[in-house]
């Protein structure tokens, strides 16, 4: 049965389109959706009003740069922002960034966006941004962002709440080492973290410290790897693959089938194992074949 339509917008919805006007843009139109059937507004917003989320990832000056070069050759602009206004005055895009910065260049009075009334879209950043597909260290700083963001605005809820918007659990413990170190190679634990870490119950300010506790381990398995990998790279072992060679002999998830053990007590058996392992053992040989058959399993995936 189809829902009842109203052709008016709610006085809410009335008022950010008037609020446009006022900061100096123009509103084009209000309308209904056609997936929800939501209110939203179609607008010119002042370009200098608008600004990136501070929780999205960072700006890649080589997409920016692509993106100016085609809307500076098609000569025009066709793919508008999302926006939300979290006060008058200011407009945040979750997802255009890049677009944002081409129209900054260009030196646009008006940025054309759907402004969305709901301010908590603004958390959505993973599910909209899809103008340029996020690697390991770009989901991890959004989310870190994100959760850092929430725990501040609404501290009575935690990470259950928002399991959606974080989209998976480990992205937030690798996103407050990220926060650190920039180069931090977290693909390696990836596969892990995917098995033993789990979004935590309890409000934000209880489980952030947890967060951080489970970030330092992660760091500490990292510091016991760079140890073999340097005595094995001394021996003459220099194949790019051998951290994930050791690393792929020391996980404790192999013969974990059924049973997976808890975060905590998965990498104090990684740490015990990589401290333990025997670098006179292996062969260069070993840690090519692997490396083929890593790549190979990856390409038939």
Request: some cysteine; aromatic content about 8%; charged content about 30%.
């Amino acid at each position: 049965m189809a829902r009842e339509r109203s052709a008016d917008p709610p006085a809410a919805v009335a008022a950010l389109a008037r609020q446009v006007e006022e900061d100096g843009g123009q509103t084009l139109a209000v309308y209904r959706e056609p997936v929800g059937d939501h209110w939203q507004i179609f607008c010119l917003l002042p370009r200098e009003k608008v600004e990136p989320t501070p929780y999205q990832r960072d700006l890649s000056p080589t997409h920016a740069k692509r993106l100016l070069e085609v809307v500076k050759k098609i000569d025009r602009f066709v793919d508008p922002i999302v926006a939300v206004s979290p006060r008058p005055g200011l407009y945040w895009t979750p997802n255009g960034h890049h677009r944002l910065t081409a129209l900054a260049k260009l030196k646009t009075e008006t940025a054309p966006a759907i402004l969305i009334p709901d301010p908590d879209v603004a958390f959505q950043i993973l599910a909209l941004n899809t103008e340029k597909a996020h690697n390991l260290k770009e989901k991890s700083l959004e989310v870190i962002r994100m959760y850092r963001g929430l725990a501040e605005q609404q501290p009575r809820k935690g990470e259950e709440d928002f399991t959606f918007q974080f989209e998976a659990p480990h992205f937030i413990t690798l996103g407050v080492i990220y926060e650190e170190n920039r180069r931090f190679a977290g693909g390696a634990f990836a596969p892990i973290l995917k098995r033993v870490d789990k979004f935590l119950s309890g409000a934000f300010g209880k489980t952030l410290p947890v967060r951080e506790e489970r970030a330092g381990q992660v760091k500490a398995a990292d510091e016991a790897l760079g140890k073999v990998v340097a005595a094995l790279r001394k021996r003459g072992l220099n194949h790019p693959y051998v951290k994930n060679y050791v690393l792929a002999r020391t996980t404790p998830l192999n013969r974990q089938r059924k049973t997976v053990p808890s975060f905590d007590q998965a990498f104090a058996k990684l740490i015990e194992n990589v401290e333990a392992f025997d670098i006179t053992a292996v062969k260069y040989d070993e840690i090519r074949r692997a490396a083929n058959f890593a790549a190979a399993a990856a390409t038939s995936e």
